[in-house]
């Protein structure tokens, strides 16, 4: 116990923690501020910091070590040398040449990597890179962190069902502080009072649907849709004939949103298909969705959308598109939403982070893109799509990769799921759909914190 105390009043000194009235990120006014990053100055204190976080975990089993970015690489490539246990780094982002790869080092499928984190607020920065780490085949059992300020994210990463070992909360150390005299009666009292009473943020980071930036008019009539039947639920229709495409509609109407089509697939395609399809749609109340995945030069894009035997541009509310042709390409889609493909749920897609970073920037400035397909958070400014999703988490074996809709909606931020052999593949399509509708839309709740 000395050890730690005699550790935290010299890494006071470098000031890692500080006190008065700081604004948060959240917008919450905090007597508080800590920051860890100082310590990477003074290799005496990282030493020994390193030593102390590397006890708590000397139970735990790893064979890899990983200091969350960027603030923990200092603490994690420390604790590398002093344990000679292998280090990994996890990039924040991708550099767009070489390997392109977000986690780099020498490791192999099934090996049991230890977190380094500085600091844990909520957890959710933990979770991402959890998520990531894991997508490279590797395991996360153990977590070390050098602060908890005590605001829930212990709580949820262990009933996520890992192990966390915190070297302070934030009230252990400012009674240690206290104790020392670096803190007054009246500051101690002050901090005590704030994390007892902690003040709700002026605004909820993570918006509800209601209040995303949405303001293209096919986007905000699917959330109208989404916020009236309590359902995030998109519903895939792999289906090959025009009668079990009619039925799978009729069946699961009443619980989705949107219904995703593959209209090339259909054997027996007819446009007195697509009126009945627009009536069950009205009726039901959810948009047709055509998941054609253009991926042309605007000029080819334009006839494939308005001409040829489908003529998608007469009849869908909603289609997608890669972005490879850049945002000149997506202007020929006129009076639909746009959802841009930039991430692809299939193993070993090469739509890397470096790829998904450009086109996400592509989707967020064209004016007809309502929203993205992709496997993590995106900004407000879209609405975010995530397919692959499935009650049970087994793929199959063509490369798709499932997640469950609590997992995509708490660790991605996921507005509407995208649900396929889960439901046409079932024995009771709405029975199916139904359950999907209450897990994803309760998921989503969750998420909302």
Known sequence: MQQREDFLLKA?????????????????????????????SSPQLLKTLANN???????SPFELICGVPYAALPMGTTMSLASGIPLIIKRKENKGYGTKRMVEGVYADGQNCLLVEDVITSGQSLLETIDEIE???????????????????????????????????????????????RLNDAELVRIKNFLNNPPAPPEIKRLALEQKKIKHPVGKR????????????IASADVITSAELLKLAEEVGPHI???????????????????????????KEFLLFEDRKFGDIGNTQELQF??????????????????????????VFENVGVVAIVEMSSKGTLTDDFYITKALNVAENASNVMGAVAQRKISDDLL??????????????????????????????????????????????AESAKEYQTKGWNAYLESLG
């Open 53 to 59: 976080l590397l006890e708590l975990v000397e139970k």
């Open 12 to 40: 006071y000194e470098l000031g890692i923690i500080k006190f008065g009235n700081f604004t948060l990120k959240s917008g919450i006014e905090s007597p508080f501020y800590v920051d860890l990053r100082p310590l990477s």
């Open 306 to 331: 308005k001409e040829g035997i489908y003529k998608i541009a007469s009849w869908a509310d909603m289609i997608t598109s890669h972005v490879i042709a850049g945002e000149e390409s997506l202007k």
């Open 222 to 233: 699917l959330i109208e849709i989404a916020l009236k039947k309590q359902s995030n639920l």
């Open 135 to 181: 997508r490279e085949g590797l395991k996360v059992t153990d977590i070390v962190v050098v602060l908890d300020r005590e605001q829930g994210g212990i709580q949820k990463l262990k009933a996520k069902g890992y192990t966390v070992h915190t070297l302070f909360t934030i009230n252990e150390a400012v009674d240690i502080l206290h104790k020392y005299h």
């Open 257 to 283: 949103v949107a219904l995703k089509l593959h209209m090339d697939i259909i054997q027996d395609f007819s446009f007195e298909l697509i009126d009945a399809l627009k009536k069950i749609a009205r009726e």
């Open 384 to 429: 975010l799509f995530t397919p692959g999703v499935n009650i049970s988490s087994a793929g199959d074996a063509k490369g798709q990769q499932y997640n469950t809709p609590e997992r995509v909606c708490k660790n991605y931020h996921t507005d509407f799921i995208i649900v396929g052999r889960g439901i046409y593949q079932s024995a009771d399509a």
